[in-house]
């Protein structure tokens, strides 16, 4: 989004000041360096629009084997790999599945469950390989001690699966933490590009999207995928406009749907987003379902159309998520799943 008003060296920039430091000081320092090199950025300016954001060349070059290095040396790699860093931008799209989110949407999913009396059939629109559709498969670990776990073993595990992940974070206001972890009868996904966990490039690039620096997420991330390997999701090629609806007619009748989303909406055109809030409120006026987005401040559309949270000071969602159930805010959340703050008392 800051690249459709700036220019590819300020969005460089721009990622290197705000998005990256306290995450990845190695993309931090690269993104500084490249926006200040003017030989690169007219390379890079020779790709369409949407391949030139800065979080796309650096995992495209780690895919390729690049190391943290001081700038120089990375400059080095991708003048020597400049032709498989290009094809593999054209070719690839951010798609980062982050699995940490569950953390942050489970209390909604349990509450959802308990008030319906029914067990879950879940739709993730926008849901890459996958990942956040398996909520019922991992630990839970939230700061005031509470920790959620599955209570039978896995069924089917490989004897040399790792165990699945523990989703860490921490808690504000009146959290309503369950004690036990809703049952999941259905689930399904849409994307525009489904990422496959059985296919090794996929799960290379996956690993790729994670920053240098963050061991413990590459880790969930791949335990996440042992988990998902084990029974993979059913994932629906398309637009989440046109896939929806006919999906929905496919998730078992008795469980209550939820349809849920992170981080897409801003892929979407503002019409796109118009279109889909439509779409999910005819879904929940015929066949009934729950909606979950979990978005940025920049693309958070309430019920009412509107992009403002009332009474909630500016900036204070600046860098996290807002949670919506049914276009009502209910938390503010850490954007990798690492923090929930209860809106409600
Ligand atoms: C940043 S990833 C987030 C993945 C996942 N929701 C998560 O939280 O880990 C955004 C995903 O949305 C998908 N996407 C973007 N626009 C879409 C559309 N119009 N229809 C379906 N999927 C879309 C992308 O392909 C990508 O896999």
């Given at each position: 989004?800051?690249?459709?008003?700036?220019g590819?060296?300020?969005?460089?920039?721009?990622f290197g000041?705000?998005?990256?430091?306290?995450?990845s000081?190695?993309?931090a320092?690269w993104?500084?360096?490249?926006?200040d090199?003017p030989?690169?950025?007219?390379?890079?300016?020779?790709?369409?629009h949407n391949?030139?954001q800065?979080l796309?060349?650096?995992?495209a070059a780690?895919?390729?084997?690049?190391?943290?290095?001081p700038?120089?040396e990375?400059?080095?790699?991708?003048d020597e790999?400049w032709a498989d860093?290009?094809?593999?931008v054209?070719?690839?799209a951010?798609?980062?599945?982050?699995?940490?989110?569950?953390?942050?949407?489970?209390?909604?999913?349990?509450?959802?469950?308990a008030?319906?009396r029914?067990p879950?059939a879940l739709?993730e629109?926008?849901a890459?390989?996958?990942l956040?559709?398996f909520?019922d498969r991992?630990?839970?670990e939230y700061?005031d001690?509470?920790?959620?776990t599955?209570l039978a073993?896995e069924?089917r595990r490989?004897?040399?699966a790792?165990e699945p992940p523990?989703?860490r974070?921490?808690?504000?206001?009146?959290v309503?933490?369950?004690?036990?972890?809703?049952e999941?009868?259905w689930r399904?996904?849409?994307?525009?590009?489904?990422?496959?966990?059985?296919?090794d490039?996929?799960?290379a690039w996956?690993?790729?999207?994670i920053?240098?620096?963050?061991?413990?997420?590459r880790?969930?991330?791949?335990?996440?995928i042992?988990?998902?390997r084990e029974n993979?999701?059913?994932?629906?090629?398309?637009d989440?406009?046109?896939?929806l609806v006919?999906l929905?007619g496919?998730?078992?009748a008795?469980a209550?749907l939820?349809?849920?989303?992170?981080?897409?909406m801003?892929y979407?055109?503002?019409d796109?987003?118009?279109r889909?809030?439509?779409?999910?409120?005819?879904?929940?006026?015929?066949r009934?379902?729950?909606?979950?987005?979990?978005?940025?401040?920049?693309?958070?559309v309430?019920?009412?159309?509107s992009?403002?949270?009332?009474?909630?000071?500016?900036?204070?969602?600046r860098g996290?998520?807002l949670?919506?159930?049914?276009?009502?805010?209910?938390?503010?959340?850490?954007?990798?799943g690492?923090?929930l703050?209860w809106?409600?008392?």
């Open positions: 989004m800051a690249g459709a008003v700036l590819t060296a300020d969005w460089y920039r721009h000041t705000i998005d990256a430091p306290g995450s000081a190695c993309y320092d993104s500084l360096h490249i926006a090199d030989a690169l950025i007219a390379r890079i300016d020779q790709w369409p391949k030139r800065p796309l060349l650096l995992a780690r895919y390729l084997g690049a190391k943290v290095s700038y120089a990375f400059r080095n790699f991708l790999h860093v290009s094809r593999t054209l070719s690839r951010t798609q980062t599945n982050e699995v940490g989110r569950c953390a942050t949407l489970l209390p909604s999913l349990a509450a959802i469950s008030a319906e029914k879950l739709i629109v926008g890459s390989a996958g956040a559709l909520p991992y630990g839970y700061d001690g509470t920790t959620v599955r073993p069924p490989q004897p040399a790792p523990v989703l974070c921490t808690v504000s206001g009146a309503p933490l369950p004690d036990k972890l809703p999941v009868v399904a996904g849409i994307d525009l590009n489904p990422l496959d966990v059985g296919n490039d996929d799960v996956l690993e790729a999207l920053w240098p620096e963050q061991d413990f997420r880790e969930r991330l791949r335990r996440a042992a988990v998902a993979p999701p059913l994932l629906v090629a398309g989440l406009n046109q896939q006919s929905a496919r998730a078992p008795d209550a939820v349809v849920f989303h992170s981080a897409v801003g979407l055109s503002a796109g987003r118009s889909f809030r439509s779409t999910v409120q005819e879904l929940a006026a015929g009934g379902c729950h909606w979950l987005s979990n978005e940025g401040e920049t693309v958070i309430q019920a009412d159309g992009s403002v949270v009332p009474e909630m000071a500016a900036g204070r969602l996290n998520f949670l919506l159930h049914n276009g009502r805010p209910v938390a503010i959340t850490g954007p990798h690492q923090s703050e809106l409600q008392r």
